[in-house]
């Protein structure tokens, strides 16, 4: 009988729902596409590993995420969070080592919204003298 561990990561606008499934083979799928084929960079790709190879899960569970909003460097690193938390439902044991390389901090870090009299947030209009 296949468990599943559920947890919720968050990234500026992005929130990714993600399930672990365990056993699997390895396996992740970002809104019903493998992460490869929905994530194209590398580097994204690298981001959404780090939790598990650094506690070396990497082939022990299959990985379904369905993740909205922001864009894709902002779903990626809400993909990490929620398989981080994920993962210390599966095993609490694992919450130091997780918690120490930062990936069960919610990175609060958002766009600040534009005022009034400026260009944007803080940007002003261009001084004219005359």
């Known amino acids: 009988m296949a468990e599943r561990f559920y ?3 968050k990234r500026k606008t992005a929130v990714a ?3 672990l499934i365990s056993p699997g083979s390895g396996q992740i ?13 590398e580097t994204l790709l690298m981001i959404i590993r780090q939790p598990l190879e ?3 899960m990497l082939n ?3 990985i379904m995420v369905n993740v909205k909003g922001g864009g894709k460097s902002g779903q990626a690193q ?4 929620g398989i981080a938390r994920a993962l210390v439902v599966f095993n609490p044991e694992l919450k130091p080592m997780l918690k120490k390389a930062g990936f069960l901090t919610r990175d609060p870090r958002v766009k600040e919204r534009k005022k009034y009299g400026l260009a944007g947030a803080r940007r002003a209009f261009q001084y004219s003298k005359r």
Do not use: C, M, S
């Open 54 to 56: 650094l506690t070396q």
């Open 17 to 19: 729902r993600v399930w």
């Open 29 to 41: 799928i970002v809104n019903k596409k493998p992460y490869n084929e929905y994530f194209e960079r």
């Open 7 to 9: 947890a919720t990561g």
């Open 60 to 62: 022990k569970f299959d």
């Open 78 to 81: 809400a993909i990490r969070h």
